[in-house]
């Protein structure tokens, strides 16, 4: 199913048993108005609050293809921490990631977070920063900022090879659909439930689309969607490249076109 960019229809989806409710927009007066929050760069003082975020903004049937209870520490500070230290790559490359938080602007409170990967010349290879402790510890980017002893912490209670395979195909998806082009990438994208609907994960996405739209070029937008959150990115203009098909994790691929190129057919079009 298609939708018009800022279409404000609901659009019904199946969301497979396991995974969050799909997200529901609220009533009008029920939003947040665009003034009351602020997107701010991430600090490393909002690592452990991001970290517990994105813990309870994914679901378990997804933690636990990567941490599998019996291996997770017993203490869910420690599962934090080492996720933290996963997540310092946002701060650490800032020409490579645009690491945006929305906050509330009277209290603070952290509302929501994007990462939002800045697009890579032509030819050069899109690094995922959710996923670059894994290139490190396998020894496929080189970085100083982890040392060998704290790659080892961080993946201490992760199957590093399913991680590994997860990643894999989602880049050779995207490699594979965008044929070298620039594009911007979004890894992760979490709004904790309280403020799903309220217009705080809105204003995250349009941050990073303004950029795309006014780039000279217009660049083109990739992603991989939890089932629960597809509608929510079609009302943005982005869609399913048919030509991936539904091979495990490649479904998730999805691309917002530069106007003028839509669909896998038109990426040239002028």
């Known amino acids: 199913m298609a939708a018009r960019e800022g279409n404000t229809d609901f659009i019904k989806v199946n969301v497979p048993e ?24 991430i600090t490393k003082d909002d690592l452990i609050p991001i970290a517990r975020m994105v813990h309870a903004g994914f679901p378990e049937v997804w933690w636990t293809q990567h941490e599998p209870s019996d291996i997770r520490p017993s203490d869910p500070e420690v599962r934090t921490r080492r996720f933290a230290m996963r997540l310092e790559s946002y701060i650490n490359y800032p020409e490579r990631v645009h690491a945006i938080k929305a906050v509330d602007s009277s209290t603070g409170e952290l509302m929501g977070f994007a990462g ?19 290139l490190a510890q396998r020894g496929r980017f080189q970085q100083s900022h982890w040392s ?56 995250l996405m349009q941050y990073a689309i303004d950029l795309a739209d006014n780039s000279d ?41 530069p106007k003028g190129r839509r669909g896998s057919n038109h990426k040239n079009e002028k």
């Open 18 to 41: 396991g995974f969050l409710p799909q997200c529901t927009p609220v009533k009008p007066d029920e939003r947040i108005s665009s003034g009351d929050v602020h997107l701010k760069v």
């Open 116 to 134: 939002w990967h800045v697009p890579r010349p032509d030819g050069e290879e899109m690094v995922n920063m959710f996923a670059l402790a894994m």
């Open 148 to 203: 060998q002893d704290d790659l080892d912490e961080i993946w201490r209670s992760s199957l590093l090879s399913e991680v590994e395979r997860e990643y894999a195909e989602w880049d050779d998806a995207r490699n594979e659909e965008m044929q070298g082009m620039p594009y911007w990438y979004l890894a992760p994208f979490v709004v904790p439930e309280k403020f799903r609907g309220r217009g705080v994960g809105g204003k």
């Open 217 to 257: 070029p217009p660049r083109a937008m990739a992603l991989e969607a939890l089932p629960n959150a597809r509608p929510v990115y079609m009302r943005y203009g982005f869609e399913a490249p048919s030509s991936l098909g539904s091979k495990r994790n490649r479904d998730a691929i999805m691309i917002r076109w």
